[in-house]
């Protein structure tokens, strides 16, 4: 049984609570607005363009260079919501909404997160490899980087992609258009926009193409590669909730079984005479060792009361 007859999700609208896709593409769109805001006062204040490229940007964007990114690790995530062109930003995320909206319709958006994030991861690794192993780009890869969520797009349109094949788009148009022929759209145009003086991103984008067939594949088989980011994000998250509710299984311990120090409930049954005469006349009888646990603790406590 393939993941689609797996999972049941109720339905998404874009801009719903809790839509992971927005939250996305709102990130994206603030921190590429920050450092245009930031550019644009570099420009007025009549300050070269190039001193931006060294001084903000470039603690935003992934660098190609190991020695430079161990002093700004932080890029491994930064580079992939940073976009130095606006036009970039625009097209990739058009490009996401199509896609993304697909994956968290069938999956859900804890399952959007962790593969865009893997598709970013994945892009930048590669793209690192790419810098200095090939020796026509090793002696460049101090003036190199990476940025925008081109690998992260890559990663959601091929996991659409696997994950619904038969999936139309425009049904109107002659019975809709496949999906994997806008994705064929979307990769020509995304690779034919790579810049030749950069070609790493090349393997970039292959590698976030990968991660997304894998993603699905191993969806399909039962494992879930992004539930462990989803539950260090609740936990993360929760330390700052006072309100958050206890799972029920501590919520049934604390309540039935914690009992804070204290004895637990003792039956103990009433004390009149003619209960008392009937044990001593068993005792009589069968002995002192055919008595029960409550008649024995009967007689001590008879015993106490009359001392």
């Known amino acids: 049984m393939g993941v689609l007859e797996q999972t049941k999700t109720r339905k998404v609208f874009f801009g719903a609570d809790n839509d992971a896709l927005v939250r996305i593409i709102i990130i994206n769109i603030l921190i590429t607005a920050i450092l245009f805001f930031i550019r644009s006062v570099y420009q007025l204040s009549d ?3 190039s001193r931006f490229q060294s001084e903000i940007a470039g603690w935003f964007v992934l660098p190609a260079s190991v020695t430079k990114w161990i002093t700004r690790p932080w ?3 930064t580079y992939m919501f940073s976009h130095i062109d ?3 930003l625009i097209a990739n995320m058009l490009w ?4 993304g909206f697909i994956i968290q319709s069938l999956f859900g958006g804890r399952r959007l997160v962790p593969l865009y994030l893997y598709g970013g991861f994945a892009g930048a690794v590669m793209y690192m490899l790419c810098s200095n192993i090939f020796p026509s780009l090793a002696g460049h890869a101090s003036e190199m980087s990476l940025s925008g969520a081109n690998t992260c797009v890559m990663a959601v349109a091929v996991a659409a992609t696997v994950a619904a094949p038969g999936y139309r788009i425009f049904p109107m148009l002659n019975g809709g258009i496949p999906l994997w022929v806008l994705t064929i759209i979307y990769a020509v145009i995304s690779f034919a926009g790579t810049s030749f003086a950069n070609p790493a991103v090349y393997g970039a984008e292959l590698a976030g193409a990968a991660i997304g067939f894998l993603f699905v594949n191993r969806l399909n088989v039962g494992y879930d590669m992004g539930k462990w980011m989803n539950r260090l994000y609740d936990w993360f998250f929760d330390l700052f909730n006072p309100d958050k509710n206890a799972p029920p299984e501590l919520t049934r311990r604390r309540i039935f079984y914690d ?6 409930f003792e039956k103990k049954p009433n004390l009149n005479q003619e209960r008392i005469d009937e044990i001593l006349d068993k005792i009589n009888r069968s002995g002192y060792k055919s008595l029960s646990y409550d008649e024995k603790e009967i007689l001590r406590r008879a015993s106490e ?3």
Do not use: V, Y
């Not at 996401?96 to 896609?99: E, R, T």
């Not at 009992?259 to 637990?264: A, F, I, L, V, Y």
């Open 96 to 99: 996401l909404w199509a896609f």
């Open 305 to 307: 009361e009359e001392i």
């Open 75 to 77: 890029t491994l995530i």
């Open 259 to 264: 009992t804070h120090g204290k004895p637990p």
């Open 47 to 49: 300050i070269d363009i």
């Open 86 to 88: 606006i036009w970039s």
